[in-house]
C-alpha cells in the first residue's frame, strides 16, 4: 500500500526556526521531523511513499533522495503554487491508482496506522480520517462521529460553546483512488473544509477512526520545545540515535562527555558533540551533533541544533538554538529565547524571555536584548578586527571561509603577484594556512611559504622587492582556541581600514576572480629566508659596541619561531646566553603567561648573574625585561626605559607613543630636543607613525617597541638587541636606568556603554570640558592642571576606557573614578 507524505508546510509560525529551512526539516531529538513519519510508515509496511512538497522542496529531496537509505521507495510531486492539502495530493495522482494512506510529514506521532487501514476495510469505507481525543481542541477541526464510527459532522476550529467532542482531525487518511473525482483541478483544495463535507452531503461512507498513541501537531515554538520533552519522557514511542549512557541520557556516537560534566536527568547528546570539563546539562536538553559546550555552561530545556558552539559559562534557559549559532563566554537566554540558523551572540550579552533573533544576525557583547531582531541586524561585525580576521578555529575560520578570503584578498591584487605566508606551530594554522594557500592560487596569485616564522620575519620578508603582500596565521594571545588571519600591505604593515573594506566587499559580494587552469598560481619557499633577516637585524646595531659590553642573558623565546633565529644573532654579538623553550611548540605556546615566564626568568638572572632578562611573546612581537637585580619590568617601566635611553641616541627627532602614555616620558626626551608625537592607541596607528622620517623610535603601553630604521613594525628581537647596543654605549646597567627613572601613578576603569550611546558619551563629554585643554587624537583626552583623563569607546566591545594619571595613585583614581561616574550618567 502506498502512502503520502503532505511536507509543502512553510511553517511560519515556528519562525526563526523555519526562516531557512522548511517544517518538516526541523530536527526531532536530532532527526527530521519527517524522518520519523518514514520510520512510521515503514514499520506499517507503506514502502512506496509520494512526498508532496512546496517551499525549500530541495531540502527534503537533498536529504532523503530516492529513500533507499530509509528503507523505502520516494518520489516527489511538487507545487509550483499553493494548492491546499486535497489539491496537493491530487497533483501526485498519477503515482496513486490504489488505496493509500495520507500524513503530514510536520506532525509527531506513534499512531498506530496499520488498525485505521483495518478499520476502513472492515467498513468498506470512502474515506477514513485518523482521530485522537484532546484536551483543547479549539485550534483544530472537531470530527463527531455516531458509534458505529460514521461521521455526522465537522467543526472547522470552533469556540468552546461548539465543542461538542474533544476528538480531532490528524491529517491522517486512508482514501480510495475515486476520491480524486471530488478533488477539483488547478486551484487550492483543502480535505477538512471543502472535500469532506461535501462527501458527508452526497452520503458517501465517511468514517472516523479513534486512535491511541501519541500525536501532536508542532505547529508553535511551545509545541517544538514540548514534543523534546514528550520525547524524552518516553511518551511516544520514536528512535532515538546513538546507546542510553545511562537512565533517560543517550550519547551520540562520536561524542565526548568530560567526567567532571554532569547531566542531570533525561538528554540527548549529538554525535560528535563534546561536553568539556563543569558543563552542567540540565534535565530535558538535547543537543545536536558536532555541538561544543564549553566548561562551566548551564542548560536547562535547550534545544541546540547541530554545529553550535556555546563559549564559556554560557546560560540557556528553555531556550532553542539554531544550527552553527555561536555564544561567546558569559552568554544568556532567558525563557523562550529562539534563535535562528548562525546568530552570534558576543560576551555577556543578556536575550530577555519570549526574544526571537532571526537568521544571521548579531547580538554585540554586553547588549541585552528585550525585543526580537528580525530585520536589523544589531551592528553586526565586520570581517577585521583589531588585530585582523579572527575567531574560534573550526567554528567561526573555517577551511572553506580562509579560502574564501584569501580568494577576496587575492582579487585586490594583480594577477601573477606575490604574497607571503606563514604561520605558527599549531595545527590549526597550519590546516588554515593550507586553505587559503589554496585560494590565492585559485585566483591567480603565487604564494612564497615560510611555513613556521615569527611575525617581524614575515613582515621582513613581505618588504622584499618579490612580494606584494603577507599573510600570517596564529593562535591568539590568550585564547587557544582561536586564530587569527593577519594581512599586510607591500610595507610589511597592516592593511589599511580602506583596503580591509575592500576585501570585505569582495568577500560579503563572492565576487572572486577565478583564472584559467594555466594562470593558477605557483606555492614555492624562499631560500635562506631567516638568514637574510637574521644578517639584517645584524645591520642595525655596533656589533663591536655590544661584543664590549660582555653581556650575560637569560632569554626565554616563549615557545615561538623566534628560537629560529636569535640564538645566531646573540652569538654574533658576543653574548653569552641561557636560552629558555629554545623550540617552537603549540603546547607551551597555547599556555603561554608573561608573568609565569617572567618570574622563572627573573629566578635565573638573579642565579646566573646575568645583565639582562627577556620574555618574548610565541609571536615575536612583544618583549618582558628583566633588569640585573631580577626585577620584572611592567609595560610602562620597559617603555621608559627604552624611551630615556633612546632618545640621547635617535636617528630622527620624534618618538611615535600612544596617546594615553604617562606624560614622564615627554620629560624624560625634552632635554634631548626629542619630540612626542601621540598617536592613536592601535598599533597599526603606531606602526603607521613610524613609517615617517623623522620617527626613530616607537613603543607601546603592552611591551611592543618599534626599530623603524630596521622594521617599521613590532620586533622583540631586534628591540632586545638594541637595548644591549644602548647600555653598551650608556655604559650602564639596566637597573641603574630603571632606578632613575619617575615614578608613574596611573589608573584605568573600564565602563559598560551600549554601542547606539558612545556617540553620545563622547560628545557630552567634549561639551562639558570646554573649560579646559583638550587632546583628540583618540577619544577625548582632558588636561588637568596635575594630571590627564581620557575616554575612549572600544571598538570591539560595549564598554569605554578611561585611563588617569594624577601626581599619585590616589589622585590619579579619584579622576578615573570621576570620569567614570559621568559616563554612567549620561547613559542612565
Known sequence: MKAVIMAGGEGTRLRPLTSNAPKPMLPLANRPMMEHIVALLHRHGFDDIVVTVAFMANHIRTYFGDGSEFGVRMVYASEEHPLGTAGSVRNAMDELDERFLVISGDVLTDIDLSKIVAFHEEHDAFATIGLVAVDNPLEFGIVITRPDGSIERFLEKPSWGQVFSDTINTGIFVLEPEIFDHIAADRPVDFSGEVFPKLLAEGKPIFGAVATGYWEDVGTLDAYVSVHRDVLDGKVDVELAGFELSDGVWLGEGAELHPSATVDGCAVIGPGSRIDAGAHIGAYTVLGSNVRVRPDVDLQRAVVHENAYLGEGVHLRGTVVGRSCDLRRGARCDEGVVLGDECFVGENAVIGAGVKVYPFKTVEAGATVNSSIVWESKGARSLFGRSGVAGLANVDITPELAARVAMAYATTLKKGTTVITSRDSSRSARMLKRAMMAGLNASGVDVLDLEVASVPVTRFLVRQPVARGGITLRLVADDPQSVVFRFFDEDGLDLDSDAQRKVERLLSREDFRRVFASEIGDIGFPPRALEQYTAALGETVDRDVVRGGGFKLVVDYGYGSTSFVMPNVLSQLGADVLGVNPYASTRGAMAFDRRVHAEEVARLVRAAGAQVGAVLDPDGEHLTLIDDEGRILDDNASLLALVSLVAGHLVGDRIALPVNVT??????????????????????????AATDPGVGFAGSTDGGFILPEFLPAFDAAASLVKLLELLAREGTRLSAVVNGLPRVHLAHEAVVTPWEQKGLVMRSLVEHST????????????????????????????????????????????????YARRIRQLIR
Open 663 to 688: 606624560s614622564e616620558a615627554e620629560r624624560l626626551v625634552t632635554p634631548h630636543g626629542v619630540g612626542i608625537e601621540y598617536t592613536k592607541l592601535s598599533s597599526a596607528a603606531l606602526m603607521d
Open 771 to 818: 573649560d579646559r585643554r583638550l587632546v583628540l587624537v583618540d577619544g577625548v583626552k582632558v588636561l588637568h592642571d596635575r594630571g590627564w583623563a581620557l575616554a575612549l569607546p572600544d571598538p570591539e566591545q560595549p564598554v569605554t576606557h578611561i585611563w588617569a594619571e594624577g601626581s599619585s595613585d590616589n589622585e590619579a583614581r579619584r579622576l578615573v573614578q570621576e
